[in-house]
Nanobody, 126 residues
Framework: EVQLQASGGGLVQPGGSLNLSCTVPAFTFNHYDIGWFRQAPGKERERVAFVNNPDGKEYYVDVVKGRFTISEDVAKKTSYLKMNDLTLEDTAVYYC???????????????????WGQGTLVTVSS
């Protein structure tokens, strides 16, 4: 069983920052694209950000561009999601995932997740 372990969620005020991390089994980290989804209350799970394994290029959903940064520590097999300028709409359970990116053309991307970590709750509230 592939286990991705996410952590770092919590309560933060609007405009604040939070850092999530996800440890990934070595084989999974080396052979899949790693990133993050989120699911807000009453909404479907949505992609947030991923890193393309071969070239390290980062992909973001438009609503988080400029505020969130995804990164990886290859030695630690860990994915990070640094979230700045958080808004109420960022409140969600955040899941790390491993899958395969599809990039049909520049600026567009899709992810087929194969493995999931447990979620970590991010609550943005004043």
């Amino acid at each position: 069983e592939v286990q991705l372990q996410a952590s770092g969620g919590g309560l933060v005020q609007p405009g604040g920052s939070l850092n999530l991390s996800c440890t990934v089994p070595a084989f999974t980290f080396n052979h899949y694209d790693i990133g993050w989804f989120r699911q807000a209350p009453g909404k479907e799970r949505e992609r947030v950000a991923f890193v393309n394994n071969p070239d390290g290029k980062e992909y973001y959903v438009d609503v988080v561009k400029g505020r969130f940064t995804i990164s990886e520590d290859v030695a630690k097999k860990t994915s990070y999601l640094k979230m700045n300028d958080l808004t109420l709409e960022d409140t969600a359970v955040y899941y790390c995932a491993a899958g395969t990116l599809s990039i049909p053309f520049e600026g567009d991307w899709y992810i087929q997740p194969d493995y999931w970590g447990q979620g970590t709750l991010v609550t943005v509230s004043s």
